[in-house]
């Protein structure tokens, strides 16, 4: 199913380029990352779990070696990006809707010596500023949901790509035959109607000739994630509400109950998705 796409991702556009959002996603996640982490223990903290992530997503990169060339599509405030010019030497597009996430990026960028290796792009997914062929590598963190049109980003990805390249991404989705009435104020809270799914993206990648290497599912990270989240928000509530507005925060606290309700309903899913371009 797609939405027009200019108003979602102008919706999406907006939302990120807000004070509240940014407020909000930099203090409660440290400024690096916007996405959904790994936890390996009760209590551990957001910023290492969402760490975890990107580890676990750079190690599946065991093909790819120094100077690879890699675009992040969503990137947020770059802290991906970041960890593979200087983990693993990688050059670094970051392409991102938002300006004001994209000043932060090149801010973080710059003080950790990295601007050589990473570079800051503003542009939308749907329709990405780049030469077919141009990467080795496209990478996204739970960015794709906020499309109205995921096909268009999978073809724009897979014409962005040169042959053998691979396209490694994490996703909120919905699971096959969710309840409609568990996930409407989740996708209410997202202004989408609907939310991609492990079957609609393998379908693409399969329609374009991609090759699966790995879908690992880990719904119960979603739940943790954004429980860590709410946990945070509460716990915190004091401090946060004299940086951001008090109604945006209790909008972001139920919408989080909905996140995690719908998750603990068996509603929606959360992975790791690898793809492979054909050689030819
Ligand atoms: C949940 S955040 C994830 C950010 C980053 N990937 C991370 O893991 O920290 C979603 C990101 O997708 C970006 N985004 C949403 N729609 C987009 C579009 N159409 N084109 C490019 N970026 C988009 C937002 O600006 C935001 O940075």
Redesign the pocket.
Known sequence: MSQPSSAV?KK??EY?DSSDADCFYNTVWGGE???VGIYQSAGESIYDASRRTVEQMAEKLHSWFSGTQVL??????G??GRYLAREKQYEVSC????EV?NERNRKLTEEANLSGAVQVVY????SLPFEDKSFDVVW????IL??GNRKKVFEEVHRVLRPGGEFIFTDPMQKPGADAETLKPVLERIHLESMGSVECYGNYARELGMETIEVLQMPEQLVNHYSAVLHNLESRHDELKDVCDPAYLERMQNGLKHWIDAGKNNALDWGILHFRKANS
């Open positions: 991702v999406a556009e990120y990352d916007i996405h992040d599509i969503g990137a947020g405030y802290g991906s392409l991102n809707l938002s996430q542009g939308n997914f749907e996204a963190q739970d960015a906020h499309s």
